[in-house]
């Protein structure tokens, strides 16, 4: 009976994502930045030339390569992206308390730690989906425009966003347990993430801790040995919120 | 049961007995616990002592047990108006445990008793008030409650919404047991078999609706004559009359309202007979619901 309840919340949630084109619109942001990536940067010194000569200055950049085109994606997917998914999924449960749907669903026999499981698996669907998609487009662009690159240096590379942006989801599924409104839950995600993006410095052995996730990106890319120790602490932490959305949701009484 | 920080209590020793398979209007002022009640009732709020026991059990104890017992309808209720009214229904069914076929079938029998089978298909964000409302009916019906929680629902809808939601809640009395929170009296009265008032979380009455207003009966009747002749001689004949007294005068009609110890009218009535006075029509005024809840709620 809970896993037949637990299918059908988490089909309304994937229903939800798509039919109020949330979900849609964190996929094709992603993917659009992840195609403007390899291409902004391929045009780059011709766009530096451009402005340059109309402020009669000289800018000489080096021929881009495929390192760039990545560092560009990396960027884009861990900075803009990342801001624009907090904009969209910061209500993703505050919001049903502010509105009340919780309510709709809590008065029925639904245990809350399913409801709660639902959504961070909704989360996990969209976001593993979002990173496939970036990972084939980032590839076929860059390696139409620089040439031949490694498919598994940049599946590996992406493994390791795929972590980091399933940290910031999940932060921002938690916070938006922990608060009913919208507002609040959306500054707390970009506080934590803002600290997060920070904190590397903070530890001498932030190569542990899940902060240091997004350092094997680049280590993937010279090549080096990589070290699973931020994975590993990631997924603890990501389990942990959502220990603690379901314990917090648990305790919520529609006041 | 207490708000966090406050002295006062919310509900204070509320002690509801509720029939079953009737309509039970629980009436208050604004603030006075209408909707605290309810959330306890529906277990989407906690209190710090006493037990709700609903069909032998004790909610607290078996709450997703509980939930299959009840359906409810909140203030206002949101409900995933992306879906269609349809959609809403079966998965509300898929809830309960029925089986897609059934969940489908259930759907179309509920949309069909609310009258919503022509909007079926389309999105609920797209229904008027009343049709939400009526959905949401629908929705707190269609697992079978024994007892279904409605909490204002005709408070923010236009008087034909209002009457299309009064209309189904009549409709379904004798299926469960409509369990009612208002602040419109003349919801109450029109369509529940038993109220209670509550007021600042204490219960002042709890009864059927005939035996509240019998009770609250003050011996006011209203009279009228059939010209200005029998008005005149009426005047002077109930002057200084410690029995009764009368309280408004309008054009040939009068209300008076008798002394408690009046058991009948027929002294009265003699009187005017045998004074020649030609009476249009004498009622005893039954006390609306309103003059009980004024009565029973102003200090």
């Given at each position: 009976m809970d896993i037949k309840i637990y299918f059908l919340l988490l089909q309304k949630e994937i229903r939800e994502l798509i039919l109020t084109q949330k979900g849609i619109a964190f996929i094709a942001i992603l993917a659009f930045f992840s195609a403007v990536s390899p291409?902004?940067?391929?045009?780059?010194?011709?766009?530096?030339?451009?402005?340059s000569e109309t402020q009669n200055l000289q800018i000489i950049l080096p021929e881009p390569t495929w390192l760039d085109s990545i560092q560009q994606y990396i960027k884009n997917i861990t900075q803009i992206c990342t801001f624009i998914a907090i904009i969209i999924f910061m209500g993703?449960?505050?919001k049903e308390k502010e509105s009340g749907t919780l309510v709709f669903l809590f008065v029925k026999p639904v245990k809350r730690d399913l409801y709660i499981l639902s959504k961070y698996t909704a989360i996990t669907i969209f976001v593993s989906i979002s990173a496939i998609i970036n990972t084939v487009v980032v590839y076929l662009l860059t390696y139409y425009l620089f040439g031949k690159i490694n498919f598994i240096t940049?599946?590996?590379?992406?493994?390791?966003?795929?972590?980091?942006?399933m940290i910031i989801m999940h932060s921002v599924v938690?916070?938006?347990?922990?608060?009913?409104?919208?507002?609040?839950?959306?500054?707390?995600?970009f506080g934590f993430y803002l600290l997060f993006s920070l904190a590397g410095g903070f530890f001498s052995f932030s190569e542990y801790l899940p902060v240091g996730v997004l350092d094997q990106a680049s280590v993937v890319l010279q090549n080096g040995s990589i070290n699973f120790w931020p994975v590993l602490s990631s997924f603890v932490l990501i389990i942990s919120f959502v220990v603690l959305s379901i314990f917090l949701i648990n305790k919520w009484e529609a006041k | 049961m207490y708000y966090k920080g406050e002295k006062k209590p919310a509900l204070d020793?509320?002690?509801?007995?509720?029939?079953?398979?009737?309509?039970?209007?629980?009436?208050?002022?604004?603030?006075?616990?209408?909707?605290t009640t309810i959330k306890i009732l529906t277990g989407l709020m906690n209190y710090n002592s006493g037990d709700?026991?609903?069909?032998?059990?004790?909610?607290?104890?078996?709450?997703?047990?509980?939930?299959?017992?009840?359906?409810?309808?909140?203030?206002?209720?949101?409900?995933?108006?992306?879906?269609?009214?349809?959609?809403?229904?079966?998965?509300?069914?898929?809830?309960f445990g029925q089986s897609k076929v059934e969940a489908k079938n259930s759907a179309e029998k509920y949309l069909e008793i609310s009258g919503l089978s022509a909007a079926a298909s389309k999105k609920v964000k797209t229904y008027s008030g009343g049709m939400k409302q009526r959905l949401g009916i629908a929705q707190a019906l269609i697992g079978n409650p024994k007892i279904l929680f409605l909490d204002e629902p005709t408070s923010a809808l236009d008087p034909i919404g209002r009457k299309e939601v009064l209309d189904f809640i009549y409709s379904i009395r004798n299926k469960c047991t409509v369990f009612m929170c208002t602040h419109i009296l003349a919801d109450a009265e029109r369509i529940c078999d038993y109220v209670s008032i509550i007021n600042e979380g204490k219960l002042i009455e709890q009864n059927s609706m005939s035996n509240i207003k019998s009770k609250y009966s003050s011996n006011l009747v209203e009279i009228s004559f059939l010209n200005d002749e029998d008005i005149s001689k009426f005047k002077s004949l109930v002057q200084?009359?410690?029995?009764?007294?009368?309280i408004e005068n309008n054009d040939s009609s009068f209300k008076i309202i008798f002394n408690k110890n009046v058991t009948d009218y027929n002294d009265f009535l003699n009187l005017l007979i045998n004074a020649g006075i030609k009476i249009k029509f004498f009622i005893e005024k039954e006390p609306t619901l309103e003059d009980v809840f004024v009565k029973l709620t102003t200090k």
């Open positions: 291409i902004s940067a391929f045009f780059m010194p011709e766009i530096m030339k451009s402005i993703f449960i505050s940049i599946i590996k590379l992406n493994f390791f966003i795929w972590v980091y942006l938690f916070f938006s347990s922990l608060f009913k409104s919208q507002i609040i839950s959306g500054v707390s995600s | 020793n509320l002690n509801l007995e509720v029939p079953e398979n009737c309509i039970f209007g629980f009436l208050g002022p604004n603030g006075a616990g209408k909707t709700v026991i609903i069909d032998g059990e004790i909610i607290s104890k078996h709450k997703i047990e509980f939930r299959k017992k009840i359906g409810y309808l909140g203030q206002e209720q949101k409900m995933f108006d992306w879906m269609t009214g349809l959609e809403l229904l079966k998965f509300t069914a898929r809830i200084n009359s410690s029995d009764y007294k009368i």
